[in-house]
């Protein structure tokens, strides 16, 4: 078993940065790739970020790269998601997700097994 808790969400304005964690419990957070994906209302959850159990490899969403930045500290059981020049379709619950798949389909939420309970990040125009 897997708990993860999100924080660092909140409301910043169009072009600013956030940095959203992702603690997770239990000593077998290394075996696991992570990633993060957000939900807007009306919207179906959709992937941001995927980064492999050793961090040596990283995946983004295309409308996401070069703005996001996802990494992890396998000592202090956390991955990050740095959210620079954020914009206001940024808007949604960032969640962060656990998994022991290996594959292409690391976007698909199903390929998760654990989940966070998400943080809220808003982004004004």
């Known amino acids: 078993q897997v708990q993860l808790v999100e924080s660092g969400g909140g409301l910043v304005q169009a072009g600013g940065s956030l940095r959203l964690s992702c603690a997770a419990s239990?000593?077998?957070?290394?075996?696991?790739?992570m990633g993060w994906f957000r939900q807007a209302p009306g919207k179906e959850r959709e992937f941001v970020a995927h980064?492999?159990?050793?961090?040596?490899?990283?995946y983004y969403e295309d409308s996401v790269k070069g703005r996001f930045t996802i990494s992890r500290d396998n000592a202090k059981n956390t991955v990050y998601l740095q959210m620079n020049s954020l914009k206001p379709d940024d808007t949604a619950v960032y969640y962060c997700?656990?998994?022991?798949?290996?594959?292409?389909?690391?976007?698909?939420?199903?390929?998760?097994?654990?989940w966070g309970q998400g943080t809220q990040v808003t982004v004004s125009s």
């Open positions: 239990g000593r077998t957070f290394s075996s696991y790739a």
């Open positions: 997700a656990a998994t022991i798949y290996i594959g292409p389909q690391v976007a698909l939420p199903n390929k998760y097994h654990y």
């Open positions: 980064i492999t159990w050793s961090g040596g490899s990283t």
